[in-house]
């Protein structure tokens, strides 16, 4: 059990659109989530944590206006890109915790163009 | 704030071979300690973690608060033991946000 998926795998959108990328858990419930990204040969840097029912708390430096969380149900959170450019792109990795374990799902690379 | 150091970017060992992936780490509060593992085209999971105390797949780690060192090791090294591992810091209750470090890749050679 704890499996977390992720949708899309990858996805290519041109500058200045938004793209949405989900986090499920697909069997189990989990109030927080967090989302990371990870540059190419980088480690994983924490953007921000999301809580179902309130609203996401956000790294220093992450622009929360930017990277829009949305935390509806204890099986989904949603990271909205907007207004995309170039420099977002990116490997983004979330992840659902449960018990004292986070689990995490496979990732989402993101290219703008 | 707290920061999580792994020296090495790169280890690479023979098959047999006694393998050691350090972590450093710095927080002023009481940190559990994790190491996780990204094999090749897989997600990342939980290896181990320091409460548990436990060996995963011939891998141990101390928690040595004197050195603020969390390092790994593996006396025997397996090729299926080839992958990326991270040290991470979570600040006190399990579950919490955690703080990764750069990763070390291990190639285990035959």
């Known amino acids: 059990g704890a499996v977390v998926s992720q949708h899309p795998s990858w996805v290519i959108c041109k500058s200045g659109t938004s793209v949405k990328i989900e986090c499920r858990s697909l069997d189990f419930q989990a109030t927080t989530m967090f989302w990371y990204r990870q540059f190419p040969k980088q480690s994983l840097m924490l953007m921000a944590t999301?809580?179902?029912?309130?609203?996401?708390?956000?790294e220093q430096g992450v622009e929360k206006d930017k990277f829009l969380i949305n935390h509806a149900s204890l099986t989904l959170s949603t990271l909205t890109v907007t207004s995309a450019h170039p420099e977002d792109s990116s490997f983004y990795i979330c992840?659902?915790?449960?018990?004292?374990?986070?689990?995490f799902g496979p990732g989402t690379r993101l290219t703008v163009t | 704030a707290q920061r999580v150091t792994q020296p090495e970017k790169l280890l690479s060992v023979f098959k047999g071979a006694p393998v050691e992936l350090k972590c450093n780490y710095s927080?002023?509060?009481?940190?559990?300690l994790f190491w996780y593992v990204q094999y090749s085209r897989q997600r990342l999971q939980l290896l181990l973690r320091h409460i548990s105390r436990e060996s995963i797949k011939g891998f141990t780690a101390d928690l040595n608060k004197g050195e603020t060192s969390f390092h790994l090791k593996k006396p025997f090294a397996q090729e299926e033991d080839s992958a990326m591992y991270y040290c991470?810091?979570?600040?006190?209750?399990?579950?919490?946000?955690?703080?990764f470090g750069g990763g070390t890749r291990v190639l285990v050679k035959p």
């Open positions: 927080y002023s509060g009481s940190p559990e």
């Open positions: 991470a810091l979570s600040r006190g209750a399990a579950g919490n946000k955690l703080t």
């Open positions: 999301s809580n179902e029912g309130s609203k996401a708390t956000y």
């Open positions: 992840s659902a915790h449960r018990g004292y374990e986070q689990y």
